[in-house]
């Protein structure tokens, strides 16, 4: 090998005295380079290499490499993220860069919102996760990536049907309405995030704290999650292409008999019963191995003047229950341009995303429900007949309904279509005062269509078709002035100040009919079906318009001490007339320790870092227009009177309330940054303190006077108190071993402070909630929702013992025990919001190109109610109905299974997920490939589980006040093997 | 820098101009334009009416009124109908404040009560009672009878309630005011009403004769609204309906409650129902689902299957004489037969379904030793209301409130108080001739009480008549049913909900 290196290289410098002598008649040389990291040694891969004044540029290879062909005497920069920059004037004809790296971290830049800090100078709770970081494999929403990455942040998704989306809950924000944070993406804040492409996210930031997404005002209180997407940079144009394939299975199968079992289970106690003969495992008929596929193509490029990125991202999400499908296709692309000497900076993007989903129904325990009739099912019956059609037996009982038949009769898809294009010009009108204008426009339209023909088994009206269509549209105007400046060597100010309009429109049309005729035709003519009542069709209209001023004062001397202050003035339509506009400030102080005398000689710490912050912020998403004006409208269909015509029936539906208003947080945040040596280890610690006041919520009214007895009104107050902890190690960082882990923590503790209002008569009405919805269980309530109590809390009778003769005892308020559970004391029986959650991803690379990441987070020590357990383990199932092994010991051992709630079926629901196991090879590429890297991947999503839960899945989704039912009708989650081919020219 | 000082002035134009907050009101219209036309003028009165289709369903009406008497119930088979408990609280008498029915028609009397009281609000208009015109009188006349009607449902089932009459000037948390006083009332706005009213036959909107029977009843009970009796008044005012009301009979026992029973000469006051959902999405008209059986749309060719659950008691059941024509119209016994007359196999437990009149238990379950046919077929079902060929889960027929039948039964009831006994078997005759049984030899009190029940059933009278009679406390289960509750029910809790909303009405409530 050696030799053959020598060889090479004497004729590379044979061939090199050569290139001179018609280099110098042409005036342009070859130069040939080789970028290494100055303190590893290690060759950079993908450096960016641009000659200055020119369009020209180039990318290093696998081995650092580069070659140029440039005028002789040009001056070249070498640039690459985590780098300080070289310029370098070409002379000779073979260099040797070594670039520095740069102070990590501390110079990152963090965007805040109208604005971007460094790191250094944060003074709030701000988490900044960028595009290496996140998640890998099959995302069926970009802000899955951040799963476990970002400490106070919890993405939860019950099940993993791909077309549901995920919760985001932070430092458990929580209202009757909406607990989602604000997403502002590109600068358009309330854009829906899966309308960018995960392969086009440049970087996450997300505003946790009060003090921090003040800014955001009256939208702020759940905190932002600031999305940026990826830009052209100068250089040579870049080619990304990113594809994976995977194969998706479910990861746990509800624990049900098998036909086999129930045969014994008749044998062995001497019943008789109607056998179909057929042995069918239900849960398998309805799910599959499903595949995904995603590909993604991106060019960006550009000059020093103008850079530019357009993307195309298409993917297929097939579900792992049959009938359920997701594809998207995402196009975007953006320019960047500047003009006058670099004083106008202009920007524009657009973008499209168009979404095609299959549904299935499975969220009840109805006739088109697949899952619970999958489950409840005979196994001892088969899915077809011999003739091939599909065995049914209605009459078998209530609402008895083959699965498979359901799922190949009913169409139920959706087609959406989101447009957004944005635009934006800065000036820089004097130095340090810039000006920045900025306008986006987006459209979300989507169209479902559902038919169910006549001839199916569930259409109990003969057959129905309909077609519905909602419209968003979005307008934005925004014009924000920044001037910076540094007086006097130590004082650094920068002042922003700034003005919002926006209007988002609503508007929708649907159209139904029964007694379909005709199979084929299906949805798509609506004359095909032959009954239409009033009612039928029905359109909608409904928009609001929010106004702000915002301005932020940052001041920091000397790299000390820090200031920042913000304050928003939020206007909406939606607020009520007494309560138009609020008002929403902040402030936050930081006290950099380590650059103190005292502290800046002690080597071993690298940074320290005190924050105290305190913010007032809103959530206005709660709050729907029009709630707090009386209006009439058209309710029903009626025959007049006086002459039996048609007319229509106009009547006041809800009591107005024109003090409605936003709902309000605020928050004292205390942080800690820390590093120590040279940031080998660094991180942060949070902790804080957040009351939620004037939640919205329909209250008790007396009735009479009120139509309804029920009023929106703000009343109540929750209050969360918690710990959030993440550290990040470069353990090791070496030539043939590099390892970086990553560790987070938090701990969340809600609190019901108050529910009442009782200077306006509002009462609180729904303290004992959460019904199960299981058959024959109306009316079964199972958590409490009070003052004094944490959300998610259990309030069930006490399960005690078995009596003798098999029946369940439960305490009474006086300590005995009684088999009524009517006559049982409820009692605290713990709380579905766990106390922990932790993440930890850990990447490594070995022998420079192999790269492996392992991630994982837990959710620890919280309380699930287990339904299907309960559904399924009542004995009286047995025979005719599928159930689970513990209903054939009951009813072996005549215990009355008959399903209560009570505390017997709550279970610990702390796991440990591995959410991403991802070992990468990235080939080394010959020259003459022009292919500046090939890599490729494997991915295990959802690998192991570890929980002592036994039902489908422990993980619960938070984005109610209601959670911790595990209602048996859940979308099973997904194991998924992927394989990644990732190339870049 | 003129072009920037442009840009600015433009920026700062459309800042002043864009402070616009007032909501644009696109589908629904703004309360101070309501009523925007003739037409809707018009039809002011209709929205006092919407509240009645919800009374046979989740507004709970008509389950406090049959399902806590011996002639209806909804037995648990197995773990279907268990629901919590809430339909065996009611035939044991074991409800609370926050049993769903108890608390479903509160909300409905009070919201029909709102309509009506912003309905005349909004006709008067706050101006001289002098300068209304006569057909906004009529209109006011009719809404006031409406109005008494949702008093009276509420006096009947809770006693001592709220009375507002103002939609303008409504006190925001008002106290109860009693019974009694609320009956003078509601007798006066009636007796003023009436002469306003048109004759029938009108059969859902407020006739002459509804507002007659209306106060008929009230004077019918007005011994346990009041601890008076005012039989004596009932007998001109119900004389008077029936010469001059404009009902007659109608000529078989099933015509009232056919599906198309929109012009039956004698139904007085009816709830309209088409056969479509509300706008919640609820069925409207759906009583028959809760008692055919699972299979039971084979016989009658429905679209959809039933649920399987209510039933008339056997002792009521053997109330009818087999050459009763009421027998075979109003109840389904026996082998049930399929569209071909074939018997019509059970599919779970592989015979044939068939009704039995004896109910053996309350909770009909296997575990506790009753056989699977026990558990489905128990009870005899309910036909009634026509189930039409094709029907779905809302039935198209009109719900009868009032009609002929009853003033006649009412009227004998009065006279055999009276002692007429004459007057008795002239009323009861063509009601029993009518049904197949010819006429009779006794035509005391009783004998008009047994008329009533049988004629009457279904109709939700069962549970007014039980009170006047004093027989609602006896447990008609006999030793079957430990449970009953024989304390004085003779009155529903006021719904928690509203007592907690309102203080005021826990105030001697009793």
Redesign the interface.
């Known amino acids: 090998m050696r030799n053959k290196l020598r060889k090479t290289r004497v004729l590379l410098l044979l061939c090199l005295w050569a290139i001179p002598f018609m280099q110098l008649l042409a005036q342009d040389i070859e130069i040939k380079g080789k970028v290494t990291d100055a303190v590893t040694k290690e060759a950079i891969i993908g450096a960016n290499i641009t000659v200055k004044g020119t369009s020209k540029g180039a990318l290093s290879n696998i081995d650092g490499d580069f070659v140029l062909l440039i005028p002789v005497g040009s001056t070249i920069n070498i640039s690459f993220l985590g780098y300080n920059a070289q310029n370098i004037v070409a002379e000779s004809q073979t260099l040797s860069i070594e670039l520095e790296p740069s102070v990590q971290k501390l110079d990152e830049v963090i965007v805040i919102g109208y604005g971007t800090q460094k790191k250094s100078d944060k003074t709030g709770a701000v988490t900044n996760v960028s595009a290496a970081e996140l998640n890998t494999g099959v995302l069926t929403d970009p802000i899955q990536s951040l799963q476990g990455k970002a400490s106070g942040v919890q993405i939860t998704k019950k099940g993993g049907n791909p077309n549901d989306g995920f919760s985001v809950q932070i430092r458990g924000s929580a209202s009757f309405g909406s607990n989602q944070p604000l997403y502002v993406i590109d600068g358009v804040p309330g854009v829906d995030p899966t309308t960018i492409a995960s392969d086009d996210i440049e970087s996450f930031n997300v505003l946790k704290d009060a003090s921090s997404s003040a800014i955001y005002g009256s939208r702020g209180a759940n905190g932002v999650i600031i999305i940026t997407s990826k830009k052209g940079k100068s250089g040579a144009s870049k080619i990304d292409f990113n594809s994976f394939v995977s194969l998706d299975v479910v990861s746990k199968k509800l624990d049900l008999l098998s036909a086999s079992d129930i045969r014994s289970f008749i044998t062995q106690n001497n019943i008789s019963q109607?056998d179909a003969g057929a042995s069918t495992d239900w849960q398998n008929e309805i799910y599959r191995v499903a595949k995904t596929q995603n590909y993604s193509l991106s060019v960006a490029g550009g000059s020093d003047k103008s850079t530019y990125r357009v993307s195309g991202t298409w993917a297929d999400y097939q579900g792992v229950v049959i009938g359920t499908d997701k594809k998207r296709f995402n196009m975007s692309a953006n320019v960047n341009q500047k003009l006058l000497n670099d004083k106008l900076i202009i920007e524009g993007g657009i973008n499209g995303t168009f979404e095609k989903n299959d549904y299935e129904d499975f969220g009840g325990n109805g006739p088109t429900d697949i899952m619970y009739q999958a489950f409840q099912r005979s196994p001892l019956q088969p899915v077809r007949n011999d003739d091939g059609t599909f065995y049914e037996?209605?009459?078998?009982?209530?609402?008895y309904f083959n699965p498979i038949a359901t799922v190949n009769s009913i169409q139920n898809i959706r087609d959406a279509k989101r447009f957004r294009a944005n635009a934006s010009s800065e000036?820089e009108?004097l130095k340090g005062l810039k000006?920045k204008?900025s306008g986006a426009y987006s459209r979300d339209d989507d169209e479902s269509f559902y038919f169910v023909p006549g001839d199916a088994p569930t259409?109990?009206?003969?057959g129905k078709g309909e077609r519905k269509y909602n419209n968003i549209e979005d307008k934005l105007?925004e014009?924000y002035a920044t001037y910076e400046t540094k007086i006097a060597s130590k004082h650094n100010v920068n002042f922003v100040a700034g003005?919002s309009?926006q209007q988002k429109t609503f508007?929708g049309f649907n159209a139904m009919g029964t007694n379909a005729q005709s199979p084929s035709v299906e949805a798509n003519k609506l004359q095909g079906l032959a009954n239409v009542?009033?009612?039928s069709i029905g359109?909608?209209?409904?928009?609001?318009?929010m106004?702000s001023a915002y301005g932020r004062f940052i001041y920091n001397y000397d790299q000390r001490y820090a200031l920042t202050a913000t304050l928003r003035q939020d206007?909406?339509?939606?607020?009520g007339a007494n309560n138009?506009w609020g008002t929403f400030p902040s402030g936050s102080v930081a006290w950099t320790l380590k650059n103190e005398s005292f502290l800046k000689d002690v080597n071993f710490l690298s940074q320290l870092k005190l924050r105290v912050g305190y913010g007032l912020t809103g959530n206005a998403e709660t709050l729907e227009?029009?709630w707090s004006?009386?209006?009439?409208?058209a309710?029903?269909k009626?025959?007049?009177?006086?002459d039996g015509s048609n007319?229509?029936?106009?009547?006041?539906d809800w009591d107005?309330n024109p003090n409605l208003r936003w709902e309000n947080t605020e928050e004292i945040n205390i942080g800690l940054d820390y590093g120590f040596f040279n940031n080998k280890v660094q991180g942060s610690i949070e902790v804080y303190n957040r009351t939620i006041n004037d939640l919205i919520y329909k209250y008790?009214?007396?009735?009479?006077?009120?139509?309804?007895?029920n009023v929106y009104a703000n009343a109540g107050q929750f209050r969360n108190r918690g710990i959030e902890v993440n550290t990040q190690l470069q353990v090791i960082n070496k030539q043939k071993l590099t390892y970086k882990t990553s560790l987070i923590y938090s701990r969340n503790i809600s609190k019901v402070l108050n529910l009442s209002d009782e200077a306006n008569?509002l009462?609180w009405?729904d303290k004992i909630r959460y019904e199960i919805q299981a058959?024959?269980?109306?009316?079964?309530k199972t958590q409490i929702l009070d003052v004094g109590y944490s959300l998610g809390t259990w309030y069930l009778p006490h399960f005690v013992r078995f009596s003798s003769d098999g029946a369940m005892l439960y305490e009474t308020e006086a300590g005995g025990v009684t088999r009524d559970f009517?006559k049982a004391a409820l009692k605290n029986a713990g709380s579905a919001m766990p106390k922990h959650n932790i993440g930890w991803s850990n990447y490594f690379t070995i022998f420079k190109n192999i790269d492996v990441t392992i991630a994982l987070h837990a959710v620890l020590d919280y309380k699930v109610y287990n339904v299907s357990d309960m559904y399924f383990s009542?004995?009286?199932l047995l025979p005719?109905f599928n159930a689970n092994q513990q209903a054939v010991d009951w009813y072996e051992g005549k215990i009355?299974g008959?399903?209560v709630a009570s505390d017997y079926w709550l279970e610990d629901g702390s796991f440990i997920r591995l959410d991403n196991v991802t070992i990468g090879y990235t080939l080394p590429m010959p020259k003459k490939f022009k292919i500046s890297t090939l890599r490729i991947s494997c991915t295990a999503n959802n690998l192991l589980t570890i929980t002592n839960y036994t039902g489908i899945d422990p993980e619960l989704s938070y984005n109610n006040v209601d959670f911790g039912l595990d209602n048996f009708n859940v979308y099973p989650k997904v194991r998924s093997f992927v394989f990644g081919v990732q190339l870049t020219f | 820098m003129k072009i920037?000082h442009t840009?600015?002035a433009t920026?700062l134009l459309?800042?002043l101009s864009?402070?616009?907050?007032?909501?644009?009101?696109?589908?629904?219209?703004?309360?101070d334009k309501?009523?925007e036309n003739a037409?809707?003028n018009?039809?002011l009165?209709?929205?006092a009416?919407?509240p009645l289709s919800e009374l046979t369903d989740y507004g709970g009406w008509w389950f406090c009124q049959e399902m806590t008497t011996d002639e209806m119930v909804g037995p648990t088979r197995?773990?279907?109908?268990?629901?919590?408990?809430?339909w065996r609280a009611l035939q044991l008498h074991s409800w609370t404040n926050e049993t769903?029915a108890i608390v479903g028609m509160?909300?409905r009397y009070?919201?029909g009560?709102?309509?009506c009281n912003?309905t005349i609000d909004i006709v008067v208009n706050e101006r001289d009672t002098a300068t209304i015109s006569e057909p906004a009188k009529v209109l006011i006349a009719k809404i006031l009878t409406i109005r008494a009607f949702y008093y009276w449902l509420l006096i009947d089932n809770y006693g001592d309630v709220?009375y507002?009459t103002s939609?303008f000037h409504?006190?925001?948390?008002?106290p109860l005011s009693k019974r009694a006083d609320i009956f003078n009332k509601i007798v006066g706005e009636l007796n003023y009403a009436i002469p306003f009213l048109k004759n029938g036959p009108?059969h859902?909107?407020?006739s002459k004769a509804m507002a007659q029977m209306t106060l008929a009843r009230l004077y019918l009970n007005a011994e346990v609204y009041t601890g008076t009796a005012m039989y004596d008044k009932c007998i001109p005012l119900l004389e008077n309906l029936i010469t001059t009301g404009g009902y007659t009979l109608a000529a078989n026992v099933k015509d009232p409650f056919v599906t198309v029973n929109d012009n039956c000469p004698e139904n007085i006051f009816t709830i309209?129902y088409?056969g479509?959902?509300?706008?919640n999405g609820k069925p409207e008209f759906n009583l028959h689902m809760r008692t055919l059986g699972?299979?039971s749309n084979v016989t009658f060719g429905m679209?959809?299957?039933p649920?399987?659950g209510f039933a008339t008691l056997e002792k009521h059941y053997k109330l009818y004489s087999d050459n009763d024509l009421r027998k075979s119209a109003y109840f389904l016994a026996g082998r049930q037969k399929t569209a071909d007359g074939k018997d019509l196999m059970?599919?779970?437990t592989?015979s044939p379904w068939e009704f039995t009149p004896v109910i053996p238990a309350l909770t009909i379950?296997?575990?506790k030793g009753f056989t699977k046919a026990q558990v489905r077929h128990s009870g005899v079902r309910i036909q009634k209301y026509e189930i039409a060929k094709g029907a779905?889960?809302a039935l198209a027929n009109d719900y009868v409130i009032f009609r002929l039948t009853d003033a006649y039964l009412m009227l004998a009831e009065c006279y055999a108080i009276a002692g007429n006994l004459a007057k008795v078997k002239e009323n009861l005759d063509p009601i029993r001739t009518r049904a197949g049984i010819g006429v009779s030899d006794v035509y005391d009190l009783e004998a008009v009480k047994l008329e009533r029940r049988r004629e009457m059933f279904y109709e939700a009278t069962r549970r007014q008549d039980m009170i006047r009679w004093g027989t609602f406390n006896t447990n008609w289960w006999s030793a079957t049913l430990a449970d009953f509750n024989t304390q004085n029910s003779n009155l529903f809790p006021i719904p928690k909900?509203?007592t907690?909303?309102?203080p005021?009405?826990l105030q001697s409530a009793q």
């Open positions: 109607v037996n209605i009459g078998y009982g209530f609402q000036l009108i000006a204008v259409s109990g009206t003969t105007i014009a003005y309009w508007d009542t009033w009612g359109s909608y209209k409904n928009s609001w318009t106004i206007g909406c339509s939606k607020f138009k227009s029009y004006i009386q209006r009439i409208s309710n029903a009626k025959i007049s009177l006086d007319v229509i029936l106009f009547q006041q107005a008790s009214v007396p009735q009479p006077p009120s139509p309804t007895g008569e009462r009405k058959r024959g269980m109306v009316g079964q009517t009542n004995p009286t005719n009355d008959t399903p | 920037i840009v600015i920026i459309f800042i864009c402070t616009n907050l007032d909501e644009t009101l696109y589908d629904t219209i703004p309360f309501y009523p037409q809707q018009a039809t009165g209709l929205s009416y919407s197995n773990t279907d109908w268990d629901d919590n408990g809430k769903e509160w909300e009070y919201k009560i709102f309509n912003q709220p507002e939609f409504a006190n925001p948390a008002p009108i859902f909107g407020v309209y088409d479509t959902e509300n706008a699972y299979q679209t959809v299957g649920w399987n059970d599919a779970e592989g379950s296997e575990a779905g889960q909900k509203q907690d909303a309102n005021n009405l």
